[in-house]
């Protein structure tokens, strides 16, 4: 399988604990995004990285999450002291690098977070 | 501010009948890029087409047709003789010019039901 891949595929937690998924994008594309999707909702921009380098952070990326991408390969999203209203669906795209040609993103099945 | 709009929450329809999903999109750059995604039930988002804002062409795709209307804005989604397999939802995304570009915005969806 070639696609983007996401760990673990569901969560559960107890409120004000920390959790931390991993998505592994498409071997070949240096683009990796983050977007959360909430029930009935479209997915909301979180944040992207090109290559290791963090381009860009949406305001809904509060000072609770953090996101790396330390070789450019994987990426991790931790969220801490996790509140009830993290609970959503947290999707990983990839794509090439827009001026190779890149506009297409690929998206991983998600990680479903449930805060207790 | 970009913003796309998919005033259609719900659609349902009887097998074979055509359906049109309406997007409509709000953005102030000269180029910029629209797509659609496809999100069956089983969670993960298809791609299914892009567009440049340059090239109003329209565009088929077997049973998928795209009506794109730079002078209204709009960028709807034709499904000829639907199909069961076609209930999903569906979202409308746009993302801006590179090279700053990437990230996209969406619609908050059309959920298409098709039924036999």
């Known amino acids: 399988d070639t696609g983007v891949s996401q760990d673990p595929r569901h969560k559960i937690t107890k409120r004000g604990q920390n959790v931390t998924f991993r998505c592994d994008p498409i071997?070949?594309?240096?683009?990796l995004y983050w977007y959360r999707q909430t029930l009935g909702q479209g997915p909301e921009f979180l944040t992207y990285?090109?290559?290791?380098?963090?381009?860009?952070k949406s305001r809904l990326l509060s000072d609770r999450f953090s996101a790396e991408r330390p070789k450019g390969s994987f990426s991790t999203l931790e969220i801490q002291r996790t509140e009830q209203g993290d609970s959503a669906m947290y999707l990983c795209?990839?794509?090439?690098?827009?001026?190779?040609?890149?506009?297409?993103?690929?998206f991983g099945p998600g990680t479903r977070l449930t805060v207790t | 501010a970009q913003k796309v709009t998919q005033a259609q929450t719900e659609i349902s329809v009887v097998e074979k009948e055509d359906v049109t999903l309406d997007c409509v999109y709000e953005?102030?750059?000269?180029?910029?890029?629209l797509f659609w995604y496809k999100q069956p039930p089983s969670g993960e988002l298809v791609f299914l087409i892009r567009?440049?804002?340059?090239?109003?062409q329209n565009e088929i795709s077997g049973r998928y047709s795209w009506n794109f209307q730079k002078s209204t804005s709009s960028f709807n989604f034709t499904i000829t003789a639907s199909q069961v397999v076609d209930s999903a939802v569906y979202f409308c995304?746009?993302?801006?010019?590179?090279?700053?570009?990437?990230?996209?915005?969406f619609g908050q969806g059309t959920e298409l039901s098709v039924k036999p």
């Open positions: 567009r440049n804002s340059f090239d109003e």
């Open positions: 795209a990839s794509s090439l690098e827009p001026l190779a040609g890149g506009l297409e993103q690929y």
């Open positions: 990285f090109q290559n290791e380098a963090q381009l860009e």
């Open positions: 953005t102030r750059d000269t180029t910029y890029y």
């Open positions: 995304a746009l993302s801006e010019a590179i090279p700053g570009g990437g990230k996209l915005i």
């Open positions: 071997s070949e594309h240096n683009r």
